[in-house]
Structures are given as structure tokens and as C-alpha cells.
């Protein structure tokens, strides 16, 4: 059985706006193999979802099937026509300069001058007609930013598009994506390893375990957040708790750089 998938657009919508994201019994399977099982969903216009979960889990063949990349085995979906897909790897083909990226797929009179407005809005106005092998790898990535902004999108997907970069240039992005996200106000569904940066980013953290929602809780921490902030820390450890990290019972009586390198140690061992 294949799954109904349906594109609305925005004249459907009457006195309530219909949700960007629609989910329901939706499953995917390899084989025998069960990858989603059964999930239902709803993701508000404008709303920032991330979506935590081991390696494995089916995080990404979620967001496959969102983006239209791969079907879904049976369910009903309900996407937005006008969505984007920013992945880990910026995808950049190296053969086209900078703008002629962004357009890639934009097939309108002013393509051109849609993408400089979206390079001037990741900061790369001045690079638009450089080589994709002249950029840093962050640069790359606001790239591919840009190219995603270019479709103006009711849904815009990310896949740990910031597991590549450096820790700075990782906090940037989170800044420049939060800057993009309140300017335009897409929905968003960002898939992460990352818990720190899904309790910077989101409304609405979810967490997938063997292809179903184990958790689903709202974020009502105003922005900016820090780890320093006694909520952000609460939540932190709850999500960990649902991610399978938590710490055992007797090991406050471990030393401290001891407690810090067994919770790093099972936090690799997570997502491996």
C-alpha cells in the first residue's frame, strides 16, 4: 500500500489555517524491515520543530519523505507544494558560480536578482559570483541557505546541516538560521544529534525511537537561551533521559571530570 500524499496551498485555507505538516498512520518499511511505524504529526505554519533520536532511528527518512524524496510505504501526508531540503552536505555543484547555484531549479525573469537578495541575507551579497571551491565550509553552508530561501518555502527541511562545521562557525549558523526563521517565517523541522542546539533553536522538541514519537514537549524559553538558564538545563536533562543518557543513580559519588567523561562516553556510544 502506498502512501496518499497531498500538496495544499495556502487559497485552501479557510477561518483556520491548516497545519503546514500532516501526518497520519504514516509508516515506512525496507523489506521486512518496519523504519517509521504508524506516526501522526502536525507542525504549525511558522512553527520551529526539531527532531532528536539515535542513529537509525528513521529521523532521516522521515524528513526524506517530507521533502518528497522518498515514498512512504502507507498513511495519509500532507505537505506544503512550496518547500526546501538543506542537507549536511551544501551540495554546491562546482561548475556554477555562487548565484547560479541559489537558482538552481528557479525558473522565473528574475532569478538573478532573487538570489543576490538572498546571498545579501546570509551575508554573501559579495561572494555571488564566486566558485564553490573558493568557500569555506560555512560559507558553503549559507549557500545552500540562500538556495532554500530563494523558493520562499512553507516548509523548509534541515538535516543536521550544521554537523560539519566548527564549533564557532556552528554557533553563527544557529544565529543566522534564528534570524532567517523570524524574518520569514517558514516551518521548520530540523533533524539533529545535537540537544543543545535543538533547546537554542526550537518551539517544539520530538523524539523518535525505533520510527515512533517517544516524547514531544514544547519549549517556552524566551530567545535567546543559554545552558546557563535553570529550564534550559531541566530540559536538557529530560531529553537525555528520553535519549537513553541518563546518568546512574551512584554516580554523584563519582569525582566530577570522572561523571564528565562517562556522560561524554555514553553520549558517543549513543550515536554510534
Known sequence: MTAAIRQFRPEEHQTQPAPAVSLRGVHKR??????IDALDLEIAPGEFVALLGRSGCGKTTLLR???GLDPASGGQLSVPSARAVVFQE???MPWKRVWRNVTLGVRTPDARRRAEQALAEVGLAERSQAW????SGGEAQRVALARALVREPELLLLDEPFAALDALTRI???HL???LWSAHRPAVLLVTHDVDEALQLADRILVLDN?????DQA???PRPRTADIAEFRALRHRLLGWLGLERSADAGAASASHRTDSAGLRLAAAFD
Request: net charge positive; hydrophobic share 50%.
Open 132 to 135: 564553490p571551491v573558493t568557500l
Open 211 to 215: 520510527g515512533r514519537f517517544i516524547a
Open 172 to 174: 553563527r549558523m544557529h
Open 65 to 67: 519523505m517530507l521533502a
Open 30 to 35: 525496507f523489506g521486512t524491515r518496519t523504519i
Open 177 to 179: 538560521v534564528q534570524s
Open 90 to 92: 551544501h551540495r554546491l
Open 219 to 221: 519549549i517556552h524559553i
